[in-house]
């Protein structure tokens, strides 16, 4: 895969220009311009800062086809869901049922 294609694919979908991905990525805008001047791969740590400006993960960068993306609050949901016991996740499902 060409993580510098795959960035602009992700920076095009969302109509993001290169400052606006370093500042969502936490990065210098020089960092994120060099990638795409001189064609070099980013560092892993590089990558892992731009996938969270993304608001994806690691796997869902490089994910083949349909890529299901998270907003914030879901993946905090996530991780809260990951924290329960197997009992607590089936107490909170029949809950999220009865709610609809």
């Known amino acids: 895969m060409d993580t510098n294609l795959r960035i602009r694919q992700l920076m095009e979908e969302r109509r993001w220009t290169e400052y606006k991905l370093a500042k ?3 990065l210098s805008q020089s960092t994120i ?5 001189r064609n070099t791969v980013p560092s892993i740590t590089t990558l892992e800062a731009i996938c969270s400006g993304f608001g994806i993960t690691l796997a869902q960068f490089f994910a083949e086809g349909d890529m299901v993306e998270l907003t914030r609050e879901q993946q905090e949901m996530f991780r809260q869901w990951a924290a329960l016991t197997d009992e607590q996740k089936a107490l909170l499902s029949q809950l999220i049922k009865n709610m609809r």
Do not use: D, P
């Not at 311009?33 to 001047?37: G, H, I, P």
């Open 33 to 37: 311009a060099n990638l795409f001047k």
């Open 24 to 26: 969502e990525a936490n």
